[in-house]
């Protein structure tokens, strides 16, 4: 955990929120975002929306289990920003809203938007797991889930100058959660993305 804490209470480069940039243009956007990627704080918000860098490398603690735990019930801006503040943000906000909530992932081919999307998963799965163990309910619905993501990454996927695994598809993917937070079913759509030349 110790290693985990450390992440969490670096010192942030630039600023974690860049709605509070004095001069909103492109070139201090862009300034704070190669600041806080060269320090590996690869995610900043504007405002609720995050913004992700992909490192292409591994950044060692930055999805580990307690850092998953930190964000648990906890709001956007507690702590440094991460995939886990949005995803954490979207389950609790279906219970204090009683509502539907939506996560929209995108980006150029090779931003991480397939990683983005698992990192989210294994959140909801484990917030469900958690639910499912306090009411004594299955969580086999999450293990499939998770483990079908490389069975969706092979079907239409190519090798672009970016990215080896380059999905050809934009993918909806709808969870159904019992009123005590547990995932009890899935599916996944997949939409034909659409590239007109002129």
Same mark, same amino acid.
């Given at each position: 955990?110790?290693?985990? =804490?450390? %992440?969490?209470?670096?010192?942030? /480069? !630039?600023?974690?929120?860049?709605? *509070?940039?004095?001069?909103?243009?492109?070139?201090?956007?862009?300034?704070?975002?190669?600041?806080?990627?060269?320090?590996?704080?690869?995610?900043?918000?504007?405002?609720?929306?995050?913004?992700?860098?992909?490192?292409?490398?591994?950044?060692?603690?930055?999805?580990?289990?307690?850092?998953?735990?930190?964000?648990?019930?906890?709001?956007?801006?507690?702590?440094?920003?991460?995939?886990?503040?949005?995803?954490?943000?979207?389950?609790?906000?279906?219970?204090?809203?009683?509502?539907?909530?939506? =996560?929209? %992932?995108?980006?150029?081919?090779? /931003? !991480?938007?397939?990683?983005?999307? *698992?990192?989210?998963?294994?959140?909801?799965?484990?917030?469900?797991?958690?639910?499912?163990?306090?009411?004594?309910?299955?969580?086999?619905?999450?293990?499939?889930?998770?483990?079908?993501?490389?069975?969706?990454?092979?079907?239409?996927?190519?090798?672009?100058?970016?990215?080896?695994?380059?999905?050809?598809?934009?993918?909806?993917?709808?969870?159904?959660?019992?009123?005590?937070?547990?995932?009890?079913?899935?599916?996944?759509?997949?939409?034909?993305?659409?590239?007109?030349?002129?």
């Amino acid at each position: 955990m110790a290693k985990t =804490v450390k %992440i969490l209470q670096a010192p942030q /480069a !630039g600023l974690s929120d860049m709605a *509070k940039l004095q001069d909103l243009n492109v070139e201090s956007i862009l300034e704070n975002i190669r600041q806080r990627f060269e320090a590996d704080q690869i995610y900043t918000y504007i405002g609720s929306i995050l913004a992700a860098v992909n490192p292409y490398k591994t950044i060692p603690n930055l999805y580990d289990f307690e850092v998953m735990e930190a964000y648990d019930k906890r709001h956007i801006g507690d702590l440094p920003p991460h995939i886990y503040a949005i995803a954490n943000d979207a389950y609790y906000s279906m219970w204090k809203q009683t509502a539907n909530q939506c =996560v929209l %992932i995108s980006g150029e081919s090779g /931003a !991480g938007k397939t990683e983005s999307t *698992k990192f989210i998963l294994n959140y909801l799965s484990k917030m469900s797991q958690a639910s499912a163990v306090e009411t004594g309910n299955d969580v086999s619905v999450e293990k499939c889930i998770l483990q079908s993501s490389p069975i969706l990454e092979a079907f239409g996927n190519a090798k672009t100058v970016y990215n080896n695994n380059s999905s050809r598809f934009g993918k909806f993917i709808q969870l159904a959660f019992s009123s005590r937070g547990v995932i009890e079913g899935g599916k996944v759509q997949d939409c034909i993305l659409l590239f007109i030349e002129v």
